[in-house]
C-alpha cells in the first residue's frame, strides 16, 4: 500500500471519529499489524504480529536465503520492505550484505510463491533497499567503497547509493552494476522512496539527503539530483516514515560520547514560491546509542529494533510503545519493518 494512501486512510478515519479535522497523529489503538524482520540467526525474512510477545515458534509467513554461511553473497540478510508491483504483485525486496570479496544481494522475492524474481551482486556492504513506485527502479544503500568491478570503481570515502533501472517503466530492472545509476555517499546505510512527495531519503556519514529523480522523455530514470541536505553527527543508520503522520524518523549510532546519537524526527517542507524542498529542523525524541530502525504503525505505536551494544549489530528482540517488547529465543533481528496492511 503507498504511505500516501494510507495516511489519507488514517487521517481520514481519525477526522471522522473526532467529528472535524486532524491536527496530530491519532491515539494508539488495539490494532494488530503485521511486522516483517531480517533474521541472520537463521538469515531469513520473517513475518509476526505485533499483538503478540512471544515470536517463538514458526512464523506465518517466511523466506530462507539461498545460502547462510560467509562463503555466500547471500550471508546476512541487511533490510526488507514489502511493495506492491504491477507485473509481480506483492513483492519482498532486500539485501545482504554478503563479503567483502564477493559483495552482497539485492533481490525482490514474490510474495505469493516466495520465487526470486530479480536479483543482482551488489559490491560495498549493502545495509539498505528500496524500490521506486511507479518506475521499476530498485535502488541500494552501501557502506562501503566497491571492492571490485570494471567501471565507476571509485567513491567518495567510502559508500554510496545505486539505482538499478529497468527499460521501461515497471520491467524487471537492470542486473549489470556497471550501468547502474551511482552516487558517492561516505556510510551510505539508509534508503527510502518517499512516494508523498516523490523524493529519494537516504542517511550516512554526517547525512540525511533527499534526491529528486531525473528523468528522460521516455519516464526512465537516468539519474539523482540533490534536492537538500540535513547534517548529522555519526552515521545514519535507517531512515523510515511515521505511518500516522507525515514525519520521517532517522536513527544515529553512538556511543554516549556521540552527541548526536539516537532517534530523530523531521519532515520535508516544501517552499511553494522557489519550488523546493527542505528538511525541517530535526527533534531528538530518543537518547538511544545503537537503534536500527525506528518507525510508527498507522496507530500511533512506535516500534523498533534496538542493539544492545557497540559490538552487536542484532538483538531477539523488538520492541513496540507502550506494552511489553516481542521476542524470538536466539534470534539475530537486524531491523523491523511495517509489512504494510493490517491482520484480518
Excluded at 477526522?15 to 489503538?29: F, H, K, M
Excluded at 532486500?94 to 539485492?106: F, H, V, Y
Excluded at 545509476?181 to 527510502?192: E, L, N, Q, R
Excluded at 549489530?313 to 523488538?318: A, E, L, P, V
Amino acid at each position: 500500500m503507498r504511505r500516501r494512501a494510507l495516511l489519507q486512510g488514517v487521517l481520514a478515519a481519525g477526522a471522522a471519529a473526532a467529528g472535524g479535522t486532524v491536527t496530530g497523529r491519532p491515539a494508539a489503538a488495539a490494532t494488530n499489524y503485521l511486522i516483517v524482520t531480517v533474521e541472520q540467526s537463521a538469515n531469513q525474512i520473517q513475518r509476526f504480529s505485533n499483538g503478540t510477545t512471544n515470536w517463538n515458534g514458526t512464523p506465518d509467513w517466511y523466506w530462507s536465503a539461498p545460502a547462510a554461511d560467509n562463503s555466500s553473497p547471500w550471508y546476512r540478510l541487511s533490510d526488507v520492505k514489502r511493495r506492491l508491483t504491477a507485473s509481480w504483485g506483492a513483492v519482498l525486496v532486500c539485501t545482504s550484505s554478503g563479503t567483502s570479496d564477493l559483495g552482497g544481494r539485492a533481490a525482490m522475492i514474490r510474495e505469493s510463491d516466495k520465487a526470486i524474481v530479480w536479483s543482482t551482486i551488489v559490491p560495498g556492504n549493502p545495509h539498505s533497499i528500496e524500490r521506486i513506485d511507479g518506475y521499476g527502479a530498485i535502488v541500494t544503500a552501501s557502506s562501503r567503497a566497491r571492492v571490485f568491478g570494471a567501471t565507476k570503481n571509485d567513491w567518495q570515502n567510502g559508500g554510496g547509493i545505486n539505482v538499478f533501472v529497468p527499460a521501461a517503466p515497471g520491467g524487471a530492472p537492470s542486473t549489470s552494476f556497471a550501468d547502474s545509476i551511482s552516487v558517492g555517499f561516505p556510510g551510505a546505510h539508509g534508503v527510502w522512496w518517499d512516494d508523498v512527495n516523490e523524493l529519494l531519503v537516504a542517511t550516512g556519514k554526517n547525512e540525511l539527503r533527499a534526491y529528486r529523480l531525473v528523468t528522460n522523455a521516455g519516464g526512465v530514470i537516468t539519474g539523482l539530483s540533490l534536492e537538500t541536505s540535513l547534517a548529522l553527527i555519526g552515521v545514519g543508520h535507517d531512515v523510515l516514515p511515521d505511518y500516522s503522520s507525515d514525519k520521517i524518523f532517522y536513527t544515529v549510532g553512538g556511543d554516549s560520547s556521540n552527541p548526536g546519537r539516537g532517534i530523530w524526527e523531521t519532515t520535508l517542507v516544501r517552499d511553494a514560491s522557489a519550488g523546493t524542498w527542505s528538511f525541517a529542523a530535526p527533534t531528538r525524541i530518543h537518547d538511544w546509542l545503537f537503534t536500527k530502525s525506528y518507525s510508527r504503525l498507522p496507530d500511533g505505536t512506535g516500534f523498533w529494533q534496538d542493539a544492545p551494544d557497540a559490538n552487536e549489530w542484532w538483538s531477539d528482540t523488538i520492541g513496540f510503545s507502550g506494552r511489553a517488547d516481542s521476542v524470538r529465543t536466539g534470534a539475530r533481528f537486524y531491523k523491523a519493518r511495517f509489512w504494510a496492511h493490517t491482520l484480518t
